[in-house]
C-alpha cells in the first residue's frame, strides 16, 4: 500500500530537531551538573528544590504534586525529598487526619540556596545564553516550555487532577 504523506522538510524534520534537543540537552547539562555538584545536589533534588521554591506560594502541596510538576517518578521524588529534609533544605508534613498523604515545603536554608545556585547557574551557561537578545530567549523558552507541557498531559491532551501522577 502506498502511503501519500508528504515528506516533512528534512530541516525540521521530527528526528533531526528530537536529536538537536538532546544535544543542546548535554552541552548544557555539563555546566550545570558542574553547579549543582559543587553543592552536593542530585539532579532531581535540584528539580525538586526549585519546584518548592517556586510554589512556596502555594501553600501546602504534596510530595506527589510536587513530583508531577517537576517531571519526576514518584520514587525519585521520594528520594530526593529524603536527601532535602536530611540537610533541612525541605520539611515534610502529615496531616494527622491522613497519615498518606505528605506534604513538602522549602525551608529557609533552602530558599537561600536556590537564590545563592541559581545566578552561579545562570553564569555558567551564560555563553550559551548570549546567542540570543531577550525576544529570542522568550521565544525559546516558550517553544521548549510547549514541549514540557504537552509531555505533562494526558494522552487525550488534557491536563491531569492535581495529585495523580
Given at each position: 500500500m502506498i502511503h501519500n504523506r508528504p515528506m516533512p522538510d528534512a530541516?525540521?524534520?521530527?528526528?533531526?530537531?528530537?536529536?538537536?534537543?538532546?544535544?543542546?540537552?548535554?552541552?548544557?547539562?555539563?555546566?550545570?551538573?558542574?553547579?549543582?555538584d559543587r553543592y552536593g545536589l542530585t539532579r532531581n533534588a535540584w528539580w525538586l528544590l526549585t519546584e518548592l521554591?517556586?510554589?512556596?506560594?502555594?501553600?501546602?502541596?504534596?510530595?506527589?504534586?510536587?513530583?508531577?510538576?517537576?517531571?519526576?517518578?514518584?520514587?525519585?521524588a521520594t528520594i530526593a525529598a529524603e536527601q532535602l529534609t536530611i540537610r533541612k533544605l525541605a520539611r515534610r508534613r502529615r496531616p494527622r487526619d491522613n497519615r498518606r498523604i505528605i506534604y513538602l515545603t522549602v525551608t529557609e536554608p533552602g530558599v537561600a540556596l536556590v537564590e545563592a545556585v541559581?545566578?552561579?547557574l545562570e553564569a555558567s551557561a551564560a555563553r550559551f545564553y548570549r546567542l540570543y537578545?531577550?525576544?529570542?530567549?522568550?521565544?525559546?523558552?516558550d517553544l521548549l516550555g510547549r514541549i514540557v507541557e504537552t509531555a505533562?498531559?494526558?494522552?487525550?491532551?488534557?491536563?491531569?487532577?492535581?495529585?495523580?501522577?
Open positions: 530541516e525540521v524534520s521530527a528526528s533531526l530537531l528530537g536529536r538537536l534537543l538532546m544535544q543542546a540537552g548535554r552541552v548544557l547539562d555539563g555546566p550545570f551538573g558542574e553547579v549543582i521554591y517556586g510554589t512556596r506560594p502555594e501553600g501546602l502541596v504534596t510530595i506527589g504534586e510536587h513530583a508531577r510538576r517537576c517531571g519526576l517518578a514518584p520514587s525519585s541559581r545566578d552561579e537578545d531577550d525576544e529570542e530567549r522568550r521565544v525559546l523558552r505533562n498531559r494526558e494522552p487525550d491532551g488534557s491536563v491531569p487532577e492535581p495529585g495523580r501522577l
